[in-house]
């Protein structure tokens, strides 16, 4: 089992940024592959970024590229999303997820169905 806490949402005018944070507990978070995923009312959830569990490879949703930059830290089992440049359209519920046991390359990063784990959530809001 891994338990998965994001953290870091808010509120921000267009053009500001935020870090997200999301928390690991449970089966060691060094094994994991995780992703990132958000969701807006009244759509399907979106791939926003994934990165293997050594932090080599990552994999960014065209939409975000440029903007937004993945990390993770596994001595303190903590996963980041620091986001600039924010647009309205960023605005949704920002999800963490983790897939045990995975090799850095080979992986459908981009697909919700392959994550095992996945956190309550934050909320994003960007004002015009």
């Known amino acids: 089992q891994v338990q998965l806490v994001e953290s870091g949402g808010g509120l921000v005018q267009a053009g500001g940024s935020l870090r997200l944070s999301c928390a690991a507990s449970?089966?060691?978070?060094?094994?994991?592959?995780m992703g990132w995923f958000r969701q807006a009312p009244g759509k399907e959830r979106e791939f926003v970024v994934g990165?293997?569990?050594?932090?080599?490879?990552?994999y960014y949703a065209d939409s975000v590229k440029g903007r937004f930059t993945i990390s993770r830290d596994n001595a303190k089992n903590t996963l980041y999303l620091q986001m600039n440049s924010l647009k309205p359209e960023d605005t949704a519920v920002y999800y963490c997820?983790?897939?045990?046991?995975?090799?850095?390359?080979?992986?459908?990063?981009?697909?919700?169905?392959?994550?095992?784990?996945w956190g309550q959530g934050t909320q994003v809001t960007v004002s015009s």
């Open positions: 449970g089966r060691t978070f060094s094994s994991c592959a």
């Open positions: 990165i293997s569990r050594t932090g080599g490879v990552t």
């Open positions: 997820a983790a897939r045990p046991g995975t090799a850095d390359y080979g992986g459908s990063y981009s697909s919700a169905r392959w994550y095992v784990y």
